[in-house]
């Protein structure tokens, strides 16, 4: 079955980098995207941009351009989400998501979510 | 602030029908299709509806979208107390080449 498995919470202090990890199995890992997805405590979702699996390409929100990074081992089928310059804002869970089917911005699988905590 | 908005809150009882609306613009409701997702506190969230109207397998059919020019809706028939929950709509914005989410709607159950 298809699962996206995500490394354990981190607590870091402001202006640190965090490097969280989704690991995939069930399905080939090339052949869908992986999209980067986080939630603030008691907020909304907010898409941090997606990762091709198959090319290494990548593709972030405006908002994020500077500090993410995006990148994959696909010989372990993992992708990685790495943000740099943390401030008390980026305290959110992570999550990782895959797209449905055909689809290209539906998620239909997610990992179980990564809790970041920023502070001094 | 999201460009895509959602009544705060919404509510209904056991058995009856209520809709969800998500209001946009011309830059991303109005030119790509939407999605719906259903997160319970503490969950990652589920995915409802895609392509405006596109159930998932394993989604009961009590779940339906649509969408008209720059607004779209998530129906939900039949409801059961396991439907509280927030609800997410979700589509592409050309305009800030980026997915945007909804605000969000948190449904109860009466």
């Known amino acids: 079955q298809v699962q996206l498995v995500q490394s354990g919470a981190e607590v870091k202090k402001p202006g640190a980098s965090v490097r969280v990890s989704c690991k995939a199995s069930?399905?080939?890992?090339?052949?869908?995207?992986i999209h980067w997805v986080r939630q603030a405590p008691g907020q909304g979702l907010e898409w941090m941009g997606w990762?091709?699996?198959?090319?290494?390409?990548?593709n972030s929100a405006q908002k994020f351009q500077v500090r993410v990074t995006m990148t994959m081992d696909m010989s372990i089928s993992t992708a990685y989400l790495e943000l740099t310059s943390l401030r008390s804002d980026d305290t959110a869970v992570y999550y990782c998501?895959?797209?449905?089917?055909?689809?290209?911005?539906?998620?239909?699988?997610w990992g179980q979510g990564t809790l970041v905590t920023v502070s001094s | 602030q999201s460009v895509l908005t959602q009544p705060p809150s919404a509510s209904g009882t056991p058995g009856q029908r209520v809709t969800i609306s998500c209001s946009g613009g011309?830059?991303?409701?109005?030119?790509?299709?939407v999605s719906w997702y259903q997160q319970v506190p503490g969950t990652a969230p589920k995915l409802l509806i895609y392509?405006?109207?596109q159930r998932p397998s394993g989604i009961p059919d009590r779940f339906s979208g649509s969408k008209s020019g720059t607004s779209a809706s998530l129906a939900i028939s039949g409801l059961q107390s396991e439907d509280e929950a927030e609800y997410y709509c979700?589509?592409?914005?050309?305009?800030?080449?980026?997915?945007?989410f909804g605000t969000g709607t948190k449904f109860t159950v009466l």
């Open positions: 998501a895959r797209p449905y089917g055909g689809s290209t911005y539906s998620f239909d699988y």
């Open positions: 069930g399905y080939s890992f090339s052949g869908y995207y």
């Open positions: 990762i091709n699996t198959k090319s290494g390409g990548t």
């Open positions: 011309s830059s991303n409701i109005g030119s790509n299709s």
């Open positions: 392509r405006n109207n």
């Open positions: 979700a589509t592409w914005d050309d305009t800030l080449n980026g997915l945007v």
